[in-house]
């Protein structure tokens, strides 16, 4: 990752498409468009992908989130389970439909611990937002009976993870909607874009409504819609998801390149006692974006954080300190200051954030750095980038 690595003819033929017609909008002008339905065909394409009967493709992976929200009935005063280490826009999502974040905590998969999970419920739980973190899985199986045992609508954030599985089935296809996204650097750019999958034909019917201010996409050029719900404006244009469709048929290629890159890494530094590794599910389903390392504890993760930055080894993270991707560093959302006071300051029920303590995610994720896996590598880098990570750890 990322796609824009290996942007080619493909992806500046599918824009020329939508140029030469003049249609940039993803509905209706039909005849002018001569036929070529963009965000249509990227739709039909992913869903075959995936195996899921319904796909709706909108503006970003934050889009996604809110349609999938929405389409499940998630609002006001709901409470929804996620997890400390993810982007933000997982958490602002909830926020944003006026339901409550709840926080439990993550295991060694970096994603959500099915017995955190448990242990966070109460009766006003409606919901789990499981993210796929850095390109690999959940203990899905797991969250997934748990949330059938308890009657709580699943949603999959694999925003991180197209072209992940587990037991061969797809993430996001796991839970009552999937969503994804192909942002400016994602392994599938659209350079901003998302989608929704469902295998539920009334979920997928309000999510296509609610993304597009609750038109229901009947008629030809918009003329016979009608308005059932309220909804918001989530749409891609066609020139976006022209660049996803081309994007998207190259998938196949972009996670074999990730994985043997990722694998030659891992090889290498797997001969280190000192360095260990996340716990992957389903080895074999991981869509390979990131290697993520586990070291003994904080103070040898710091240093060799340090020890990678200096020596040039660029896309290393470490996330116990990042600004965007884990609680630690949220003062925003302790403080919950936002341009417009969020409704669940006006609950009774809701406690605030300011005491949030997550001493079992804190005592993982200040351990754990995160390497970026890139497409455009040669045989030549790839093999210095070895090395250089080999010296950094020999200095712990």
Not at 214 to 224: E, I, Q, T
Not at 235 to 251: D, M, Y
Request: aromatic share 8%.
């Amino acid at each position: 990752m990322p796609g824009f690595e290996i942007f080619g003819d493909e992806e500046r033929r599918e824009v020329a498409d939508v140029l030469d017609t003049g249609v940039l909008f993803r509905y209706g002008f039909d005849g002018a468009r001569k036929g070529h339905w963009k965000a249509r065909s990227f739709e039909a394409l992913l869903a075959e992908r995936l195996g899921v009967p319904h796909c709706h493709l909108c503006s970003s992976g934050t889009a996604a989130l809110s349609i999938a929200l929405a389409a499940c009935g998630i609002g006001a005063g709901s409470e929804v389970i996620v997890p400390p280490f993810t982007f933000l826009a997982t958490i602002e999502s909830v926020l944003n439909a006026g339901a409550v974040p709840v926080f439990a905590d993550i295991d060694d998969t970096l994603c959500l611990d099915p017995a955190a999970i448990e242990a966070a419920l109460t009766p006003r739980t409606r919901a789990v937002i499981v993210v796929h973190m850095c390109g690999a899985m959940a203990r899905i199986d797991e969250i997934s009976r748990l949330c059938g045992e308890r009657g709580l609508v699943l949603i999959e954030d694999a925003c991180q993870a197209l072209g992940g599985a587990f037991g061969g089935k797809a993430l996001g296809t796991f839970g009552h909607m999937g969503c994804f996204s192909f942002d400016a650097v994602k392994t599938v750019t659209c350079g901003e874009g998302g989608a929704v999958v469902t295998s539920d034909p009334e979920r997928y019917r309000l999510a296509d409504a609610y993304a597009d201010h609750g038109h229901d996409h009947l008629g030809n050029d918009r003329g016979l819609e009608g308005h059932e719900i309220l909804g918001a404006n989530y749409r891609i244009s066609e020139l976006n998801a022209a660049v996803g469709l081309a994007q998207l048929r190259k998938l196949d290629r972009m996670l074999e390149i990730q994985r043997a890159h990722k694998q030659a890494i891992k090889d290498a530094l797997g001969r280190y006692p000192v360095v260990g590794f996340r716990q992957v599910p389903d080895p074999d389903g991981d869509s390979a974006t990131f290697l993520s390392l586990l070291l003994p504890d904080e103070a040898r993760a710091r240093k060799l954080a340090s020890a990678l930055a200096s020596a040039g080894v660029d896309g290393c993270f470490y996330w116990f300190d990042n600004n965007w991707h884990y609680i630690r560093k949220w003062e925003h959302l302790r403080g919950l200051r936002t341009a417009a006071p969020p409704t669940l300051k006006l609950l009774d029920t809701f406690p605030g954030y300011d005491g949030l303590s997550l001493p079992r995610s804190d005592a993982i994720m200040s351990r754990t750095l995160s390497v970026l896996i890139k497409l455009s590598w040669t045989e030549d880098q790839l093999e210095e980038r070895i090395a250089a990570m080999c010296r950094a750890v020999d200095g712990l």
